[in-house]
Nanobody, 130 residues
Framework: QLQLVESGGGLVQPGGSLRLSCAAS????????IGWFRQAPGKEREGVSC????????YYADSVKGRFTISRDNAKNTVYLQMNSLKPEDTAVYYC???????????????????????WGQGTQVTVSS
């Protein structure tokens, strides 16, 4: 079965940290650009961060720049999102997705409502609250 599986979500206090993982099964991630996206209740899905398959270059939404770090470990077939200094507005379901590298990572992150992605995970809930 070809799928992406996210893990690492949970409840954290403002200012805290979480590390999300996105693991692939049935295929290898190293060919694909990978992105992290989130969707809060009543809001559209938005791109958080994306990473290139070719050179590991990264893109971050302005709202998370300096707080979140995306990385990939091709040997483990996994992409990570380290989230620090979390804020209540980061509360959302977080998804990872894979897309053919013909699309730039910037477009992959920005055009989430207009592009089709090769694989999506099922999502993991992140709640930032005191």
């Amino acid at each position: 079965q070809l799928q992406l599986v996210e893990s690492g979500g949970g409840l954290v206090q403002p200012g805290g940290s979480l590390r999300l993982s996105c693991a692939a099964s049935g295929f290898t991630l190293d060919y694909y650009n990978i992105g992290w996206f989130r969707q809060a209740p009543g809001k559209e899905r938005e791109g958080v961060s994306c990473i290139s398959s070719s050179d590991g270059s990264t893109y971050y939404a302005d709202s998370v720049k300096g707080r979140f770090t995306i990385s990939r470990d091709n040997a483990k077939n996994t992409v990570y999102l380290q989230m620090n200094s979390l804020k209540p507005e980061d509360t959302a379901v977080y998804y990872c997705a894979a897309r053919d590298p013909i699309t730039t990572i910037q477009d992959m992150c920005i055009m989430v409502t207009r592009l089709k992605y090769d694989y999506w995970g099922q999502g993991t809930q992140v709640t930032v609250s005191s």
